[in-house]
């Protein structure tokens, strides 16, 4: 059943550009729940409905695409759902599913412009569209010669998050609804990944970490209200668990009253605090940082009432983004390269500890995948990468000095990696100095990846660090 609700006027604009466009299982059960996305706003070229506006939102269930092409991609998914062609089955009243492509240009494997893709399902009488990423992660789709005249929403999902949707197909009817649920429900509070403090670092060496003083980071959130009621007494409870699974730091504070959409700080420097984490002793591992807002009512869509950080102290990587639990390693799933960019590009990380001279930096971890190049461009074996750390030597007290800048980088040690095969590609990598840098204590580094080829992309984490960097 399609759903579209545009007459609620928009009341508190710069709370709707903050809220929460969602793409979120409905039936059956298994499948129910919040899945990260990306969607084709308006602003960036496409025709398609704002999520922005409160109450835009479609309710329907999935039917994959089909072309009516042969084979597979090199994803091992059927060209068919690629939607390059004109949609062969009746998509009516229907969300479509289709595959990204391969990352080339080539139709007959799946790749050509997204708003290719979904104006073929709309075609075909679609009314949404959810493309599945090739890669774990989301980018936001560009519109190319033909979004403009994509009328209905698009929005992609990760490939595990797409499979775990069209698994679900095989046995049934799947509903999801895409969209902005400001005011539909009327006892409704979430929480934003982009609106709570999450760990300084994703990995912090053991030797960064040997008691409190040395690590501990501030706890805290902002709780939206996206219900048509009133709430007066909403509480937020933080929690931390160890790499044993125990609970190491349990938090709570209760008595907000948030109006409807509104908002609600809990914060170090506000009326409403929870206590900074930290630990006597930290054992490596993992550990997992969790947010919950709750009411003294039901909630009537708790599936964005929880929001989850990992960090973990590890005996030789210093990251800022997060492990990657497959792997161990630092995750760069999601990807990106500068918009305007004709020569070159580089990525960095800074790296600044009081106790820095206890390390010694033997190389760097990166990842890389690559954009829609004409397909001889296209093969990752043979790029070549230039890994370098520098002692970032401009004088500034914080992002918003004067000072601020990158003029004064001292080269400390520089290496080459070169990509060997195809499999690498997306996946995170490391390239080795030939004899590691010792740090030394409060002084700024950057250690940064550089390509010439200006259609890689470089991965990043996907964790949402504006409230880190406000405070």
Request: glycine content about 8%.
């Amino acid at each position: 059943m399609l759903k579209f609700l545009l007459s609620i006027s928009i009341v508190a604009f710069a709370y709707f550009t903050n809220a929460q466009v969602i793409v979120a299982g409905v039936s059956p059960s298994n499948i129910v729940g919040n899945y990260p996305n990306a969607w084709a706003d308006p602003a960036g070229g496409w025709g398609t409905p704002n999520f922005l506006i409160p109450g835009t939102y479609i309710q329907d269930t999935l039917m994959m695409s089909n072309d009516g092409s042969v084979g597979l991609n090199a994803q091992g998914n059927p060209v068919s759902a690629a939607a390059c062609n004109p949609v062969i089955n009746n998509l009516s009243g229907k969300i479509a599913v289709i595959y990204r492509g391969d990352g080339t240009t080539n139709p007959t494997s799946g790749g050509c412009e997204f708003g290719l893709k979904a104006l073929n399902a709309q075609n075909a009488g679609a009314v949404g569209v959810i493309i599945i990423n090739r890669e774990t992660g989301v980018i936001t789709p560009g519109p190319g010669a033909s979004g403009a005249t994509v009328t209905i929403p698009v929005v992609m999902l990760s490939d595990t998050d797409g499979a775990i949707l069209v698994n679900q197909m095989q046995s049934g009817p799947v509903v999801v609804f895409m969209g902005n649920k400001t005011l539909l429900f009327a006892n409704d509070v979430r929480l934003s990944s982009g609106a709570a403090l999450a760990p300084k670092q994703g990995f912090v060496p053991s030797l960064l970490a040997q008691n409190a003083t040395e690590f501990n980071f501030s706890v805290g959130a902002r709780i939206y209200n996206d219900g048509n009621q009133a709430q007066g007494n909403v509480s937020l409870r933080a929690t931390v668990t160890n790499p044993s699974g125990n609970l190491v730091y349990d938090n709570n504070v209760s008595g907000l009253s948030i109006l409807s959409v509104d908002s609600a700080d809990v914060d170090p420097t506000g009326n409403f605090t929870l206590a900074d984490f930290s630990l006597a002793s930290y054992p490596t591992g993992t550990y997992t940082l969790t947010y919950t807002a709750s009411l003294d009512s039901l909630d009537d869509y708790a599936s964005d009432n929880s929001i989850s950080y990992t960090f973990t102290i590890s005996e030789s990587i210093y990251s800022a983004a997060k492990i990657d639990t497959l792997t161990g390693l630092p995750s760069g799933k999601t990807f990106y390269r500068p918009s305007e960019n004709n020569q070159t590009y580089s990525i960095c990380s800074a790296i600044n500890n009081p106790n820095a001279s206890r390390l010694a930096v033997a190389g760097l971890y990166f990842a890389a995948t690559k954009g829609t190049a004409v397909p001889e461009d296209s093969l990752m074996a043979g790029e070549e990468m230039n890994l370098t750390l520098y002692k970032w030597e401009d004088s500034f007290l914080d992002l918003n000095d004067a000072n601020f800048g990158f003029t004064t980088l001292t080269e400390m040690a520089q290496a080459y990696f070169y990509f060997t095969n195809e499999s690498q590609e997306g996946e995170t990598v490391y390239g080795a100095f030939s004899t590691p840098i010792v740090l030394e204590d409060n002084q700024r580094y950057l250690a940064c990846v550089q390509t010439v080829n200006i259609n890689l992309y470089m991965g990043h984490d996907n964790t949402n660090y504006t409230w880190n960097t406000d405070y």
